[in-house]
């Protein structure tokens, strides 16, 4: 039996801190996609190098009280579509870098990045919330967020909590990402979408960031469905069956899940 969603992307180039103008050409991006679901990147409305933490936490918003949520939240009910997008989120006095998750009927859940990439460690707080997966209605839809992916534990957790899809907003700076998510969607039988952004950014001496772009969504066969370019901005949809991700069957004889060695993975 199928079961029908229409998954998307957007590939941005934001300017960094001009929050109101990306927000605004992704709103005027997302009203010309057809789509059930679509994945904005990282960091998606402020950039991505921050100088310091001021900087962020000047930056960043509450979720969902925020402007861009409560933007997010109108998009998604004037368009009938699930939103994931990836910004910077200020608790108290402590910056994270999450993902929100809205829907037509509002704000749906949030998560806080687990695995800090490199200087990113000098300005947001580790995530302090459990990997969420969320029903949607017509899907279940885990979030990571861009060097999540480099920790098999993250999209087998995603999976083992019943996840059909995994929304991944990214701002990519290593080669080897898009050719490993194949792999994570191999190893859990789930379709990815991750989201990336293209350009690069100079704001620290010395320390030059070189988007790669590459935006794709992968299916449980690891096939890439759709794969954006290097360096353009660009979006695309694809129509993707979620029978294919709640079939963890590779065969006859095998199922991916059923067939874990649990007694055997522990560590003395």
């Known amino acids: 039996m199928k079961h029908p969603l229409k998954v998307g992307f957007l590939q941005t180039q934001p300017v960094f801190g001009d929050i109101e103008n990306n927000l605004k050409q992704v709103e ?3 009203r010309g996609m057809d789509a059930d679901l679509v994945v904005l990147p990282e960091l998606f409305t402020t950039g991505y190098q921050f100088r310091n933490q001021k900087e962020a936490r000047d ?16 998009l998604s009910a004037d368009l009938n579509m699930h939103i ?16 929100v998750l809205t829907g037509p009927e509002g704000y749906v859940g949030k998560y806080r990045k687990a695995h800090i990439f490199d200087t990113e460690k000098n300005i947001f707080a580790a995530g302090n919330l459990p990997l969420p997966v969320f029903d949607i209605g017509k899907a279940r839809v885990g979030i990571m967020i861009c060097f999540d992916w480099r920790f098999p534990e993250t999209a087998r957790t995603l999976t083992l ?25 191999l190893e859990n039988r789930v379709f990815a979408v991750t989201a990336d952004r293209v350009g690069s950014e100079s704001r620290i001496e010395g320390e030059t960031l070189r988007f790669i772009g590459q935006s794709q969504v992968v299916d449980p066969d690891g096939q890439v469905l759709v794969r954006a370019s290097e360096e353009n901005e660009e979006d695309h949809v694809v129509e ?17 899940i059923a067939d874990r060695r649990e007694d055997l993975y522990r560590i003395p």
């Open 28 to 30: 005027q991006r997302l």
């Open 59 to 74: 930056l960043a918003e509450p979720i969902p009280d925020g402007p861009t949520t409560r933007a997010l939240m109108k």
């Open 84 to 99: 994931v997008a990836g910004l910077a989120e200020v608790e108290g006095d402590t910056v994270y870098n999450s993902a």
């Open 161 to 185: 909590k019943g996840a059909d899809v995994i929304a991944h907003p990214s701002n990519l700076v290593l080669l080897t990402c898009p050719q490993s998510m194949i792999t994570r969607c």
């Open 240 to 256: 993707i069956n979620l029978a294919d991700a709640r079939n963890k069957s590779i065969n006859p004889h095998n199922d991916l």
